[in-house]
C-alpha cells in the first residue's frame, strides 16, 4: 500500500533528518508533503488528504495544537505531535486536542520512523472490514456484534 505523509515543523534539520530516514523504512509513500508553518499545513490538508501527519507543536504561526483541533473533524488519520514540552499535563493537552502520538524532542529519527510505520500499520488494520460473510445468507458484524441471517439480525 503507499501512503501519503505530511511532516510539519519549523525546524529544517529535523524536517530533513526524518524525509531521509523514511527511504529506509518499507514503506511505499505515494508521497510525502512537508510544512514549515502551521497555516501551510492547514492549506496543504485542505487541498489534499494524508494517511498520517507529523506535526510540531511550536511553531511561528499556529501551533500544532490549534491546527490539530481544527482539522480533527474533517481528518481521520493518526497525529504524532513533536515537541519539547515533556510535562504530563502538555502529553494530556495534545492527546485532548486529538493527537495519537506525542514524541519528545531531543528524539532519535529511528524512533519517529518505527512510530510512523507502527500508526500506519494500526490504520491498515482498522480499515479492514468489520464484517465476514461466511455463505450468501449468514453474516457477522464484529464491530456491532451481531449476526444476520439473510439481512435479518438474529440473537
Known amino acids: 500500500m503507499k501512503y501519503r505523509l505530511l511532516m510539519i515543523d519549523d525546524e529544517e534539520l529535523i524536517r530533513k533528518g526524518f524525509l531521509a530516514r523514511l527511504q529506509y523504512l518499507n514503506l511505499e509513500f505515494e508521497e510525502i508533503l512537508e510544512a514549515s508553518f502551521g497555516k501551510e499545513e492547514l ?31 474533517f481528518v481521520s488519520c ?23 502520538d506525542y514524541i519528545v524532542k531531543p528524539f532519535s529519527i529511528d524512533e519517529l ?6 500508526h500506519l500499520r494500526r490504520e491498515q488494520r482498522h480499515g479492514c472490514s468489520s464484517k465476514v460473510k461466511f455463505d ?3 453474516t457477522i458484524d464484529y464491530t456491532e456484534k451481531s449476526a444476520y441471517y439473510k439481512g435479518e439480525a438474529i440473537g
Open 113 to 118: 520512523g518505527a512510530r510512523v510505520e507502527a
Open 43 to 73: 492549506l496543504l490538508l485542505e487541498k489534499k488528504s494524508v494517511d498520517i501527519l507529523v506535526t510540531d507543536i511550536h511553531m511561528p504561526d499556529m501551533d500544532g495544537l490549534t491546527v490539530c483541533r481544527s482539522i480533527r473533524d
Open 136 to 138: 450468501q445468507d449468514f
Open 78 to 100: 493518526p497525529i504524532l505531535f513533536l515537541t519539547a514540552k515533556i510535562e504530563d499535563g502538555d502529553k494530556i493537552k495534545g492527546f485532548r486536542a486529538g493527537g495519537d
